[in-house]
């Protein structure tokens, strides 16, 4: 038979773990670079840019759309790949607290 009560406790486990694991999101880090290094940057899990590299090359040219086009491409991988490790950090710290229940996707929280 199903426990109402027992189910609310695992609900309230699951909300603790959820928010400790956001918590630590900003401790999650991912490096990327775009154009074999002359652009390097550095995304936490919480999908923040806490670093960025610039070649001195791209900086001295005057191809400004070139320096864009690099900047974009590797602040949009280091999200990308921070996301992933976020998603997978959260999963990980929620793993075994909740049944498998079709439909229910925690990703969204991160």
Do not use: C, R, W, Y
Request: no cysteine; proline share 2%.
């Amino acid at each position: 038979m199903f426990d109402m009560m027992k189910m609310m406790g695992k609900i309230k486990e699951v909300q603790e773990k959820m928010k400790e694991a956001q918590v630590s999101l900003s401790n999650i880090t991912v490096e990327s670079e775009s154009g074999a290094g002359m652009v390097k940057v550095t995304v936490n899990g919480k999908k923040q840019l806490v670093k960025l590299d610039i070649d001195d090359s791209i900086l001295t040219s005057d191809d400004k759309q070139l320096a864009t086009d690099l900047i974009i491409a590797a602040v949009n991988k280091g999200v990308e790949e921070a996301e992933q490790k976020a998603q997978e950090h959260i999963k990980k710290s929620t793993e075994g607290l909740m049944p498998n229940i079709p439909g229910l996707d925690l990703n969204n929280l991160v």
